[in-house]
């Protein structure tokens, strides 16, 4: 018999390059989640810094392990899993259009986006890394893979989650 985890779509209008507005909005979100018994939250893509950033990108990126914003989110999420989208800079500094998932004050998963549109409006390729991994967050029960947007597009991506055993797949999209 499969569990039963309950979702919530968090269909924020995030502001762009707001960060301070747009976490705000992600805790209002969060209280209003758990009142209602979500399990795991999703936000958009680039939920933190709004999606079309351009030259703002390396302006509101983050070090999550470093990132006082993102540990006060951790906490806020309590029992909760919550998946947000941000910029987010490794040692190297590269930036990542990367969905976290928080809960009980700690990261527990990260999720770098694979495939980065560069065509039209699109320009994600010009500012971002491409990530190089594709992994399983347990929760509640479940094993849950992350996409980001153009990821979805790409079927092998959520095959590959399946066949390792994944059973839930939650997709951030802007």
Not at 23 to 43: A, C, D, Y
Not at 92 to 100: E, F, K, P
Not at 125 to 130: N, V
Request: contains cysteine; proline residues 2%; glycine residues 12%.
């Amino acid at each position: 018999m499969a569990n039963k985890l309950t979702v919530g779509l968090a269909q924020i209008d995030c502001t762009l390059g707001a960060v301070e507005d747009n976490l705000q909005k992600h805790l209002e979100w969060m209280e209003r989640s758990r009142q209602e018994g979500v399990e795991l939250l999703l936000f958009p893509e680039l939920s933190i810094t709004g999606y079309r950033l351009l030259h703002l990108t390396s302006r509101v990126s983050c070090r999550i392990e470093e990132s006082e914003r993102l540990r006060h989110l951790a906490e806020a999420a309590g029992e909760m899993a919550v998946v947000v989208g941000l910029v987010e800079e490794d040692g190297q500094g590269v930036l990542y259009n990367s969905a976290v998932m928080l809960r009980a004050g700690q990261i527990v998963h990260v999720h770098r986006k694979l495939y980065l549109p560069t065509y039209g409006i699109f320009q994600e390729g010009r500012f971002f890394g491409h990530g190089q991994r594709l992994d399983l967050a347990p929760i509640g029960g479940e094993k849950l893979g992350l996409l980001v947007c153009e990821d979805l597009w790409h079927p092998q991506l959520a095959q590959l989650l399946a066949a390792g055993g994944g059973n839930v797949l939650g997709v951030l999209s802007a």
